[in-house]
Every structure is written in C-alpha cells, then in structure tokens.
C-alpha cells in the first residue's frame, strides 16, 4: 500500500509542476535571455519580444493543460489500489510516459504561435486587420 501512495505522489507531481510552472512562465517570464531557466528554443530566444510571448503562451498552455491532466491521473491509479508492486509500477510508468509527452507535445503549439506571429528575425508580423485600416 505504501508503494502505491509513492507511485501517487510522484505521478500527480507532474500536473502539479505543470500547473506551477505554467503560471510562473505565463506571470513571472525571466527578465533576460538565458540559456539556465525558461521556454528556450532558437526562436524564442532571438529577442526579448519573442521570449516574452514564448512564455505567456507556454506558461498559459501548461497551466490549463496541468489541470486537466490532475482528474485523469487520479481515476486511472485508482482502480489499481491493493494491486500488487509490479502491476502499480507499470500502470505509474504509464501514466509518467503519458505525462511527459504531453510535456513535449505542448511545445508544438507556441513554437506554431511564434511563427505565425513573428518573421525568422523576430519581428513581429503585421496583422491583416492592421493593414486593412490603413487602406
């Protein structure tokens, strides 16, 4: 029983961190480029616009995405209380293996956010609706 409390604990860190990390991305962007801490991929990283967008839309992501995984998780450890060792370990790599690539998944989208919204030398790109009120 003390496995399966462990194996709980570590599987509802992920959300947990998901939901931590998101808000502190999306409220609290690290004030400068650097290559330790934050949403670092060349593109978010060509200057500080980028890097601030990178993070409000990943932070944002990570935040709601982080809740929804917290009820999925629970349900599905649920049914495996009182099973034995080898069965709880493999359902929790499971669900650690689904978790992480929603992790990486959820990069997918900011990196299309950041292309649509910037050109490749991080200059942002002029919405249609600008242009239409200057004609």
């Known amino acids: 029983m003390k496995f ?8 509802m860190l992920y959300s ?6 998101g808000w502190f991305m999306w409220k609290h962007t ?3 480029i650097n290559p330790f801490i934050g949403y670092r991929t060349r593109r978010s990283q060509i200057n500080m616009d980028t890097w ?6 990943c932070g944002k992501r990570w935040w709601y995405v982080g809740w929804l995984m917290l009820l ?3 349900l599905v450890q649920i ?3 009182g099973e ?7 359902v929790g790599l499971g669900i650690c293996l689904a978790e992480c690539m929603v992790i990486i998944i959820s990069s997918i989208p900011t990196e299309t956010a ?3 919204t910037f050109t490749d030398e991080g200059v942002r790109k002029e919405s249609p609706r600008l242009q239409e009120k200057d004609e």
Request: charged letters at 20%.
């Open 84 to 90: 034995s060792d080898n069965v709880i370990s493999f």
């Open 114 to 116: 950041l292309k649509k």
């Open 16 to 21: 947990v961190l998901m939901i931590l990390g």
């Open 30 to 32: 690290p004030k400068s």
């Open 72 to 74: 999925p998780t629970v």
């Open 79 to 81: 049914p495996f209380r």
């Open 4 to 11: 399966w409390w462990f194996m709980f604990a570590c599987n």
């Open 52 to 57: 601030k967008f990178a993070h409000e839309n």
